[in-house]
């Protein structure tokens, strides 16, 4: 009978069994409509854990025989990092082969795919497409055409391995924190890895440039999102959220600020967050309070930048602010 850890953290479900239907039952309701599984050696272990991170999932799953899928369309982008065993998946067309130390993307979201593993651990990371879109600049609600991608496999292997490294980062640094991390440390976790998948992966994912992105560069433009910004800081934003907020492409929205402030939508509101993150620093009780707690309060993750960028805007590091505090 399968194991259900009592203990599984919020956000985090597994399951281990050697029992072959079970496992089986699970591989279709997991993947879809058709399985063709091999009998297991007896008494082989099957496992499997899921961890949330936001919007974004990420699984782990091994089981030691060879089975066969076909599923429908997942709408969303699931990225495969094969750790042992082999793969092969289908789309449309497209057929790729995969062995240990690969990566790819694993269908076009919107069509439906099939796959063969052998006796494999694969780790998987699905992303909702609202996610990968906002990121892209596409606006929300705008007819445009399905997400889809141009090659499965990452560009280059040194942008294969960023993807494997910033899924480690995410799982070891930021899932593995105690107890519940910040609400900003977890969305800015589940944008990085959507904007590595942007970098690795080609697709038509980015809109076309058109002229009404040039002609609402204003001002006023800049305006609003900085008002939006500072009425909400501790809000899960990003360049999508500021371009709706004032009615503009994130193309618009990225050219207005490079013309009249000379940084990024991004940019500056790290920058607003930095100057709160100092405010607490300057109010806070060096016997209760910490560096890491202050700056994952406001969506800093990795304190080597978080404190680079702090000594770079205030002279000094944040530990030195919050022990004269």
Known sequence: MPHQPPADPPGVKSVRTTDVDVARDWLKAAYGTSLRMKAPAPQSSFWYTRTAAGPVSLSTLSLPTDYAYTTDPLGAVAITHVVSGRMARECADDVTQAGPGDVLA??????????????????????????????????????????????FTPVSDALATQWKRTVDYVEETILALPGESEPLVIDAAARMLAATVLVAFPSNAHPEPVLADTRDATPETVRRVVAFIEAEPDAEIGLSEMAAAAGVTP???????????????????RRVRLALAHADLLAADPSRDTVTAIAHRWGFHHEGRFSAAYRAAYGGPPRRTLAES
């Open 251 to 269: 193309r618009a929205l990225q050219y207005a600020f490079r013309r009249h402030l000379g940084t990024t939508p991004t940019a500056y509101l």
């Open 106 to 151: 694993i269908s076009q979201p919107h069509l439906p795919y099939a796959g063969r593993v052998q006796a494999a651990e694969l780790r998987a990371v699905t992303i909702p497409l609202a996610l990968l879109e906002q990121l892209a600049g596409r606006m929300p609600g705008r007819s445009a055409r399905p997400l889809r991608f141009t090659r």
